[in-house]
């Protein structure tokens, strides 16, 4: 049902475009026509206006001169130049008809009509339709001195023609051109419609199913459309990282909390189970309080991990003396290098400053010294050292310790994964995952390399 | 030296009462924001210890009310929220120092200390002394029994605190603040093994220890007469 919507919907803003589009198209066309029209009529009009008006001048001054006879006399000799289509008639001032002169083509004139018209006023420009001959004619008239009334009409069919068979033909032309310009239309909005179909097609199969990771398909990345749909996508991959990490990160914690909930739990229970002895009740209460705060540096690495890997951590950059940096960190395991006779060698490139977040760039290096010394034997040796690469700087923490088979090297990253044959160590198997997660942040990468029985190599590098 | 809490959960706020009272100072416990103002006003307070999630007024509007009136108590703050920001927010407002939810009490009233040593500007003391222990902070001898022990910086840092500290349990975090001045949970034995470094120098070769492990908690360092 809902489906059908949409689809009614996206066809909708299709068929309105195309409307619109025939209607513009209508709309110019007709307004070209107009004015070719009006300006054709105008020209046609005037030209048979100024002929009448001319020869009705002629007319006159024969008559002024000569009367009715000489008016007669002028009729003659344009007959037989065969150049007169004018109709001539001389009233008087009761309207009866004392002259009239008709060309050939009329072969019977409606004169009834014809008389009727010349009671206008002088001047003035009337047109008639002559009933019997389906001819029209433009007649005016002129008040003669002697109190008569000459009148005379101009055949104005031919214009009149001419000017029916534009309009038709336009009328004609217009069907076949509203279904092209539809046609056109229609096409137009489809192929600019499509990418937007995409994606609702796209939008529509994520909802159905559920299936984040689908994308839509990019025609032409340039257009806006095709930013449109780009930004999509990159919108989609964001929400698919959020909600990977949040499912990571709940899946963590509804693992891996319950282990030290249960230990807490169990710790309480069995105080509380025992016979009353204060002995006992303290260390069920001191194993309580250490899980407690296991628990809550678990939490809060989680948190820490979830929101550097989704994106909504807020790092504070600052210019960072990495060299300083590692140095205080060295410092900081020098008690736990020495207790556990493991030489830790610094070789750092001095005065390097990069942008960073230096408490967690801080722990990131902490994290990666904890490790290796975690692994490392007695009288093995650690050693952490810089390089300075295009763009990027390198630091690297190398062990001589047990070293990781080349099946786990991929997972080491992964949260509270831990070798096999590492799972009597002590440690929340989210120290690497940290590392990762706060490098990424930063916009470097993160590196491992191993040689089980010899050694690894933990590496990092970070935008300079 | 009185004390006003302002946590409206009655359980964190009857703990937080309950030990500050056995560590001698007198506490007025209030749950909401607008009864924290109205006390603050009518009794001058040595510190005050205020929630940010307060019913009625928040928190740090009630720091910043207090601060507009010229009340300058020092004030501690307790949240549930533990980024960067909030934080900086809290101290920004008009906060003196800052403690996450879940803390442990013996942080919080080392913080306190802190800052009613802050204000009271007690001139440090050239010398300090536990039992037969002395640790001269102009020479940097420290002796115990009349015997010299030569200590190295970090450990030298981390005796003056606890010397300091006499008989207050000192958290893990709150060592690591004060001894290498990060603020952040180590995640790592560093404590520990500067502790066990420190406690072999000064303890080891006497009959009675003066640096004890309150497991899940922190060190103290106590007279053993």
Not at chain 1, 196 to 211: C, E, M, Y
Not at chain 1, 242 to 257: F, I, N, R
Not at chain 2, 110 to 137: C, E, F, H, W, Y
Request: glycine share 6%; with cysteine; charged share 25%.
């Amino acid at each position: 049902m809902f489906l059908k919507i949409l689809n009614n919907i996206g066809r909708k803003v299709n068929l309105r475009l195309s409307a619109a589009f025939s209607l513009l198209f209508i709309a110019s066309s007709l307004l070209l026509f107009g004015i070719t029209y009006i300006m054709l009529s105008s020209f046609v009009i005037r030209e048979d206006t100024t002929a009448l008006r001319l020869k009705m001048f002629e007319l006159w001054v024969h008559y002024q001169s000569g009367g009715v006879s000489s008016l007669w006399q002028e009729l003659l000799e344009n007959r037989q130049q065969q150049i007169e289509s004018f109709i001539v008639r001389v009233a008087d001032n009761q309207g009866s008809t004392l002259f009239l002169h008709t060309p050939d083509i009329y072969s019977r004139l409606d004169l009834e009509r014809f008389e009727r018209s010349a009671s206008s006023e002088n001047g003035k420009i009337v047109r008639i339709r002559l009933r019997n001959s389906k001819r029209t004619v433009e007649t005016s008239i002129l008040k003669l001195a002697d109190g008569n009334i000459l009148q005379v009409g101009i055949d104005v069919s031919r214009r009149e023609r001419l000017l029916k068979r534009v309009r038709s033909t336009f009328a004609i032309a217009i069907i076949p051109l509203l279904l092209l310009s539809f046609a056109t239309g229609s096409l137009i909005a489809t192929r600019t419609l499509k990418p937007i179909s995409n994606l609702s097609t796209a939008v529509r199969s994520i909802i159905d199913t559920g299936n984040i990771r689908a994308r839509i398909p990019t025609e032409n990345p340039k257009n806006e459309l095709g930013d449109l749909v780009n930004l999509f996508n990159r919108m989609l991959e964001k929400i698919e990282v959020l909600v990977q990490s949040m499912k990571g990160t709940l899946d963590t914690v509804a693992h891996d909390l319950r282990t030290p909930m249960t230990r807490l739990r169990g710790s309480a229970e069995m105080a509380l189970g025992a016979p009353p002895n204060i002995g006992s009740c303290r260390e069920a209460l001191e194993e309580c309080l250490e899980e407690s705060e296991h628990i809550l540096t678990m939490l809060n690495t989680i948190m820490d991990i979830t929101e550097a890997e989704t994106g909504v951590m807020k790092l504070d950059r600052t210019e960072v003396n990495i060299s300083t940096l590692i140095e205080e960190c060295v410092e900081l395991y020098a008690y736990i290098a020495e207790e556990k006779g493991i030489t830790l060698y610094t070789s750092v490139v001095q005065g390097i400053v990069i942008p960073a977040d230096r408490g967690r760039i801080r722990r990131v290096v902490l994290n990666l010294l904890d490790n290796a010394l975690k692994y490392t034997p007695e009288g093995g040796t650690v050693e952490i050292s810089t390089t300075c690469q295009k763009d990027f700087l390198k630091i690297s923490v190398k062990d001589t310790g047990a070293g990781i088979e080349s099946d786990d090297l991929p997972f080491i990253w992964n949260r509270l994964y831990r070798g096999k044959q590492q799972t009597d160590k002590p440690g929340l198997g989210l120290g690497l995952s940290f590392v990762r997660a706060i490098v990424g942040a930063h916009g470097g990468r993160v590196n491992a390399e191993s040689t089980p029985g010899n050694g690894s190599e933990f590496s990092i590098s970070l935008p300079a | 030296m009185r004390i006003l809490v302002a946590e409206d959960d009655q359980k964190i706020a009857s703990f937080i009462v309950k030990g500050l009272k056995q560590a001698g100072y007198v506490a007025d416990h209030v749950s909401d924001g607008e009864e924290a103002l109205l006390m603050a006003q009518a009794n001058p307070y040595d510190v005050a210890v205020i929630d940010i999630m307060l019913p009625k007024m928040d928190g740090l509007t009630l720091i910043e009310i207090l601060r507009k009136q010229r009340i300058n108590m020092p004030v501690l703050i307790l949240s549930a929220k533990r980024s960067v920001d909030d934080r900086i927010r809290g101290l920004k407002a008009g906060g003196d120092d800052y403690v996450t939810k879940p803390f442990s009490f013996s942080e919080l009233l080392v913080r306190i200390q802190a800052l009613l040593r802050r204000v009271n500007m007690t001139p440090s003391p050239v010398k300090l002394t536990v039992g037969d222990l002395s640790m001269d902070l102009l020479t940097r001898r420290v002796m115990r029994g009349g015997k010299l022990i030569e200590l190295q910086p970090r450990e030298f840092a981390l005796l003056e605190y606890f010397m300091r500290n006499e008989g207050i349990v000192l958290s893990k975090t709150v060592i690591m603040e004060h001894v290498w001045g990060y603020d952040f949970d180590p995640q790592t034995n560093i404590v520990d093994v500067l502790v066990s470094r420190l406690r072999s120098k000064i303890d080891k070769t006497f009959n009675k220890r003066m640096i004890s492990t309150i497991r899940g908690v922190g060190y103290v360092l106590k007279n053993p007469e």
